[in-house]
């Protein structure tokens, strides 16, 4: 025997689809705030005006920088327009995830007479490290890059020399 279809049945499997909608919708939303906020700078506003002219400022100062990691940590060249190392520069860097700022962390760098070098070996993966330069006569200089560190590995087995 079958039950007929009432009001009451239909009502409630409308409330109980749309509740497992609704359900699901918040949790991929706490789920999407709780990994990346999405902020980057506190105020876009003041951070557009003064876009141009930082930029200018980097740009006059002719400095390339580039990151890498090491089995040392992380290393960080900058060097001038004439391709020289740039010394006595205070740096700091915040290193976070691309997609989360769980297991960030602050990278202390000192310079070895040919790069800055930070002793904190990051986990495997990437990582975007936010960095600021600070020299003499004020000039100043930030940036992201990216940094991979790769899996570590197992040194390879070598077959011992028959004789």
Do not use: K
Not at 64 to 93: F, K, N, Q, Y
Not at 109 to 137: I, K
Request: no cysteine; net charge negative.
């Amino acid at each position: 025997m079958t039950r007929p279809l009432t009001g009451r049945m239909v009502l409630a499997i409308f409330v109980a689809g749309f509740g497992i909608i609704i359900a699901v919708n918040l949790l991929m939303a706490s789920f999407a705030t709780g990994t990346f906020p999405g902020l980057v700078v506190e105020n876009s506003y003041i951070a557009s005006q003064e876009f141009d002219r930082n930029r200018a400022e980097q740009e006059a100062l002719g400095w390339t920088v580039s990151m890498e990691h090491d089995a040392g940590g992380v290393v960080a060249r900058i060097t001038d327009a004439a391709g020289a190392p740039v010394h006595r520069l205070a740096l700091t860097a915040h290193a976070a995830r691309p997609s989360t700022d769980q297991g960030a962390r602050e990278l202390e760098f000192f310079d070895d007479g040919s790069a800055y070098r930070a002793r904190f070996d990051l986990p495997p993966g990437l990582w975007r490290v936010n960095l600021h330069l600070a020299g003499e006569g004020g000039a100043t200089w930030q940036g992201e890059a990216r940094v991979f560190v790769p899996e570590a590995r197992p040194a390879a087995l070598v077959p011992e020399a028959r004789e």
